[in-house]
């Protein structure tokens, strides 16, 4: 059984930096696809970026280079740096792992996800 465990989420000003984590526990093995989504109050969940074998990287169209997803294998724990941040990022950003189709961000369908970690930017 697998469990994921975000941090790292939190206030900042219009510009400012986070990095999130996502700790897994009984799971190993970078050829699963891991990813980031998150939900913006009132909207449908949307992914942000996904990652598989730990160097192949996908992100959605609005990141537009300023976040970063990025694994430590031995840790166990996937990251998403996340700069020049805006007031529209603000939302719940979860951790999911496993997918069942491609991985890319516009697939949601994982079998394991985290419970959320909110991020506020004003």
């Known amino acids: 059984h697998v469990q994921l465990v975000e941090s790292g989420g939190g206030s900042v000003q219009t510009g400012g930096s986070l990095r999130l984590s996502c700790a897994a526990s009984g799971y190993t093995g970078s050829r699963y696809c891991m990813g980031w989504f998150r939900q913006i109050t009132g909207k449908e969940r949307e992914g942000v970026a996904t990652?598989?074998?730990?160097?192949?990287?996908s992100y959605a169209d609005f990141v537009n280079g300023r976040f970063t997803i990025s694994k430590d294998i031995a840790k166990k724990t996937l990251y998403l740096q996340m700069d020049s941040l805006k007031p529209n990022d603000t939302a719940i950003y979860f951790c999911a792992a496993v997918s069942t189709g491609p991985c890319v961000p516009g697939n949601n369908r994982f079998r394991y996800w985290g419970q959320g970690t909110q991020v506020t930017v004003s």
């Open positions: 990652l598989v074998l730990s160097t192949t990287t």
